[in-house]
């Protein structure tokens, strides 16, 4: 009685543990193919959108150059000039936050021979601004009045807008069209439809042209009987853009 107790036992603990132990070794369901998980047909597409706008504001580079026996004669007399010219562009209408110090420099001169050492002749003081005329129509009659103060350099001169978020907006506009365009273009061409727009996401925005302009090498200090005159042309604005569009059949 004892040997068959045992034996039922021991029959009854293998039977509790083997639903256990299959479930421990059972393999793991299978993971779905990979297409099925998207069996779409795509477009990927880029657009752009420009528009064409007057510039309403310009940036201006000016300054002044002097020179002396000794380098804080040299800063000095600069020091004076350039006072005169900032209060000039004030006159003129220009706040001092749309003023603005680029360039400061102080080097010495020397005059070289052949065969001679070099002979220091002086030194030249230099104080550029960048000045940031919001109003184009006060343009022509800042530079003169700068010029008359006493600024004997102007290096260069861009144009922009003030405010860029309406143009922006107008290219950005553009740029879905031509998008759009592209996407049923496309589509016919391979004999599907577009069925939805996916993504979008907008990539470079910039206006052209170009970077600053020459303006004149050298100003003369002298009065101008008319007012120097200023042409903004026109600045383009691009937007672009790129999406995903899912074709259907």
């Given at each position: 009685m004892k040997t068959l107790l045992r034996a039922g036992v021991l029959s009854l603990s293998l039977a509790a543990l083997a639903p256990a132990a299959l479930a421990q070794t059972a393999p793991a369901p299978a993971a779905p193919a990979a297409d099925s998980m998207f069996r779409a047909t795509t477009l990927?597409?880029?657009?752009?959108?420009?528009?064409d706008v007057a510039p309403d504001m310009a940036m201006i580079s000016l300054g002044v150059q002097?020179?002396?026996p000794t380098a804080q004669a040299a800063m000095q007399a600069n020091a004076q000039q350039m006072t005169r010219v900032m209060a000039a562009l004030n006159r003129a209408g220009i706040q001092a936050r749309d003023i603005q110090t680029s360039n400061l420099n102080l080097s010495a001169q020397y005059d070289y021979v052949q065969n001679e050492p070099p002979r220091l002749r002086g030194y030249q003081a230099s104080n550029q601004v960048t000045v940031k005329v919001r109003d184009l129509a006060r343009l022509g009659a800042a530079v003169d009045a700068t010029v008359n103060a006493g600024a004997n350099q102007i290096n260069s001169i861009s144009f922009g807008l003030n405010d860029r978020?309406?143009?922006e907006n107008q290219a950005r506009q553009a740029a879905v069209r031509d998008l759009q365009a592209k996407a049923q273009l496309y589509a016919q061409a391979t004999g599907y439809r577009v069925g939805r727009l996916v993504t979008l996401s907008e990539g470079a925005t910039y206006s052209a042209p170009q970077p600053p302009m020459p303006y004149m090498a050298m100003a003369r200090a002298e009065s101008m009987k008319d007012s120097t005159p200023v042409s903004g042309g026109e600045l383009t604005v691009r937007v672009d853009v790129s999406g995903l569009y899912e074709l259907t059949r």
């Open positions: 990927n597409l880029s657009g752009m959108g420009e528009v002097t020179e002396a978020s309406q143009a």
